[in-house]
């Protein structure tokens, strides 16, 4: 007897495949930004606000895989002239523009319902804001030099502020500014990179990178570095900061500096040798980074939660 796998025609079966891998689960890892807030105010240990956050992280990973359904279908013309993206399901033909909008708009509508099924209301508006802000990106403002990059910062901030909403965390002044330039630093690191990596067809690929010189991306990825160590240092030792939570574990939060800073260079030294431009590759094969990770991750969780 055919097992119900098996009765499910191999056009559907393929259809689907090319359809997950167009939703780039790869990059949900950028969502886990919501559970940021929460950890850092040491809220994650409540039932009920892990709930919250893993529920609000779901609906970013929906809305955001809507999002890039829709970047997909527009963007075809031009990823079809790049080295890695013209494989991409919608670029390459083996999913049809019409299945990637209609499954767009079902992505982004379920995320709303989760979003708003979770609660405050404010993560709903927040999660249309960012929805719009994607779409509007893939339409105009990508073409926007300085504009563009900061767009996509925005995402990142959005996200974690919406953890901040839905475990009902006050956000400080520097968790904002060092949240705002860390995001701006992966993004002109990603700039930079394809800049040095497509050469002269980088501007078929992303117009924008037309207007780029290296020398202007290598000064702004300095200074959102230095910018984002000099803010999470004011964050990490302001007693309105991380040690508002940290109790008698003070030392612990304070030396969380070192791993982060150690991070950004090794950062800094791959871009240098033309390598590190993807985020979400960073984050799941570098294994030097992983490890400067889950050291950070390691004091944090003893100064907090010790």
């Not at 901040?164 to 990603?190: E, R």
């Not at 070192?258 to 431009?277: N, T």
């Amino acid at each position: 007897m055919r097992t119900p796998l098996e009765l499910v025609p191999d056009s559907t079966l393929g259809t689907a495949r090319h359809l997950l891998r167009a939703m780039r689960p790869r990059q949900w890892t950028k969502n886990l930004l919501v559970f940021m807030a929460p950890a850092a105010a040491g809220v994650l240990g409540n039932g009920r606000t892990a709930l919250d956050t893993s529920l609000a992280f779901v609906a970013f990973c929906l809305v955001a895989s809507g999002t890039y359904l829709v970047n997909d279908v527009i963007d075809a013309p031009s990823d079809r002239h790049h080295p890695r993206k013209r494989l991409r399901p919608v670029a390459s033909g083996a999913l049809p523009p019409q299945t990637a909008i209609g499954a767009s708009a079902a992505l982004i509508a379920a995320g709303t319902v989760v979003a708003l099924l979770v609660g405050p209301w404010e993560l709903a508006v927040l999660l249309a804001c960012y929805t719009a802000l994607s779409i509007l990106y893939s339409v105009r403002l990508k073409r926007e030099p300085v504009i563009e990059m900061a767009t996509v910062a925005l995402g990142f901030v959005l996200r974690a502020v919406a953890g901040g909403i839905v475990a009902h965390v006050q956000l400080t002044n520097w968790f904002l500014v060092f949240t705002s330039f860390a995001a701006l630093f992966i993004v002109v690191g990603k700039r930079s990179a394809e800049h040095g990596r497509l050469g002269e067809a980088r501007g078929v690929h992303r117009v924008v990178l037309e207007q780029y010189s290296e020398t202007f991306l290598r000064s702004v990825l300095t200074m959102s570095a230095t910018v984002a160590v000099a803010a999470y240092c004011l964050w990490a030792f302001d007693r309105s900061g991380l040690l508002a939570h940290a109790g008698h574990h003070v030392v612990w939060i304070e030396l969380t500096v070192v791993p982060l800073v150690l991070a950004v260079l090794h950062i800094l030294r791959l871009l240098d040798s033309g390598q590190g431009g993807e985020p979400e590759q960073l984050a799941l094969g570098d294994r030097t980074l992983q490890c400067y990770a889950l050291l950070w991750a390691a004091l944090m969780g003893i100064g907090l939660y010790g």
